[in-house]
């Protein structure tokens, strides 16, 4: 069946480090790959997508390539800010629209330091 | 526009006890979708409306729980009784066409 895996937190950087939160994840057909994030107090919100292969979702300085040869979707920000401490979850649609339910992944913490 | 409302965002029950919980979507949405976080583990879909029919409850654990949607509009999650393995959060999205909006969820703690 359809899953996404990413890597385990808690995540624990500095401020203005670089970040990267792995995500693979298995799927038949040519789903759409998403990164969810929720921060403290907060519900869940859209960060950035990607819906064919090697498209590039970008979206507050944070970007996700899909990759389909490694079946991946690994989330990267080049400088980390404290605001950017929240859940991240990376989650994918197996037809690509909305109307069908959204797979997540367990969700990686991440806690920013100044 | 309002958001995805959901009531409450917490609430505190002792096992066996009865919870309903309401969520309110986007005016003129018609799909609305149930998920949960149980024990920091993945988010899970439950089930999705579409208007007031259940177009996939797939999600959906066990006969304890009931989902309703009046008229199209918003919609309840009612657990029956509640046990201790239903703690987590109880998020609910809705949708146009393009993309979700999420509610803030509700804290369910079964004790």
């Known amino acids: 069946g359809n899953s996404v895996t990413q890597m385990e937190g808690p995540v624990t950087l500095s401020e203005e480090a670089f970040l990267t939160i792995n995500c693979t994840y298995t799927?038949?057909?040519?789903?759409?790959l998403f990164w969810y994030v929720q921060y403290p107090g907060e519900g869940l919100q859209l960060l950035l997508k990607a819906t064919k292969a090697d498209d590039k979702g970008s979206n507050k300085g944070f970007e996700a390539t899909y990759r389909k040869e490694t079946t991946s979707f690994h989330l990267e920000k080049g400088s980390v800010q404290v605001s950017d401490s929240a859940v991240y979850f990376c989650?994918?649609?197996?037809?690509?629209?909305?109307?069908?339910?959204?797979?997540f992944g367990p969700g990686t913490s991440l806690s920013v330091i100044p | 526009e309002a958001g995805v409302t959901q009531f409450p965002s917490h609430s505190v029950i002792e096992k066996g006890q009865t919870v309903t919980l309401r969520c309110d979507p986007i005016?003129?949405?018609?799909?609305l979708y149930w998920y949960r976080r149980v024990m920091g583990k993945e988010i899970k879909f439950l089930l999705h409306f579409v208007k007031e029919s259940k177009q996939d409850e797939s999600g959906m654990p066990n006969n304890r729980f009931l989902a309703e949607r009046t008229g199209g509009t918003y919609s309840t999650l009612k657990v029956q009784p509640a046990e201790l393995e239903d703690s987590g959060v109880y998020f609910c999205?809705?949708?146009?066409?393009?993309?979700?909006?999420f509610g803030s969820g509700t804290r369910l703690t079964v004790v």
């Open positions: 989650a994918l649609s197996r037809s690509g629209t909305s109307y069908d339910k959204v797979i």
């Open positions: 799927a038949t057909g040519y789903p759409s």
């Open positions: 005016s003129g949405h018609d799909n």
């Open positions: 999205a809705s949708s146009p066409i393009d993309g979700y909006t």
